[in-house]
């Protein structure tokens, strides 16, 4: 049980290149998202997903993309890199039951160096 | 929207010393509230949690305890280990669904020295 996979787990871009982080789980979760992790910031939200088909906006979402086709696969796309994005990204699958949560699984992250 | 903050920032403790890290949070409605512990270079695991409708809950050596009144929780390791030594996270949420954003405490950082 491989539960939640990020790839790659290392890149560095340049300023102004696109690129997309990978995400996927195997534990059936409807509801997955990406945090990015920043030294004394805690875990910020940039988008989440309740379902295939169905993303919004977190705290962060500026020069980001998701989509959402499959319930497994929840990518991350950044549009045109900038220094402000380098940062450690997780991302995150749970289920939740009518009016309450369950335990998040995160995936071991990636760390994302803007140059 | 939701606000939680956590203290302290660090914390340091001898091996077999107890530890006890705390949260607010603003939203009387939030219901879940989970405790993660991050060691470098992973990703946050669960380590706890606690549901509005219970006051504490314990798991051997760690409790969490919460005050819905003073919208307070906290984080209880006793009889530290050096292997405790991590950065521990508090969140909070109001629900499942699009309500189930788990809000994140900036994180504290606890040192166990043998």
């Known amino acids: 049980n491989a539960g939640v996979t990020q790839t790659p787990k290392f890149q560095v871009l340049k300023t102004g290149q696109s690129m997309t982080l990978q995400c996927a789980q195997d534990?059936?979760?409807?509801?997955m998202s990406w945090y990015r992790q920043d030294p004394g910031m805690g875990l910020r939200l940039i988008h989440y997903?309740?379902?295939?088909?169905?993303?919004d906006q977190g705290e962060v979402p500026n020069g980001y993309n998701v989509s959402r086709s499959t319930t497994e696969d929840f990518p991350l796309r950044l549009l045109s890199a900038a220094p402000s994005q380098t940062s450690v990204y997780f991302c995150?699958?749970?289920?939740?039951?009518?009016?309450?949560?369950?335990?998040?699984?995160f995936g071991q992250g990636t760390r994302l160096t803007v140059v | 929207g939701e606000n939680v903050e956590q203290h302290p920032s660090t914390l340091s403790v001898q091996e077999g010393d107890s530890a006890v890290i705390k949260c607010t949070y603003s939203?009387?409605?939030?219901?879940?509230f989970p405790w993660y512990k991050q060691e470098l270079g992973k990703g946050p695991q669960l380590i706890i949690d606690?549901?509005?409708?219970?006051g504490e809950k314990k798991d051997q050596r760690i409790a969490v305890t919460l005050n819905k009144t003073a919208k307070h929780f906290s984080l209880h390791i006793t009889e530290t280990q050096p292997e405790d030594s991590a950065v521990y996270f508090c969140?909070?949420?109001?629900?499942?669904?699009?309500?189930?954003?788990?809000?994140f405490g900036k994180g504290t950082k606890l040192s166990v020295k043998p």
């Open positions: 997903s309740v379902g295939a088909g169905i993303t």
């Open positions: 534990m059936n979760h409807e509801y």
């Open positions: 939203d009387s409605a939030s219901n879940y």
């Open positions: 606690i549901r509005s409708n219970v």
């Open positions: 969140a909070a949420s109001r629900g499942g669904g699009s309500q189930g954003n788990l809000i």
């Open positions: 995150a699958s749970s289920y939740s039951t009518a009016g309450s949560n369950t335990e998040a699984f």
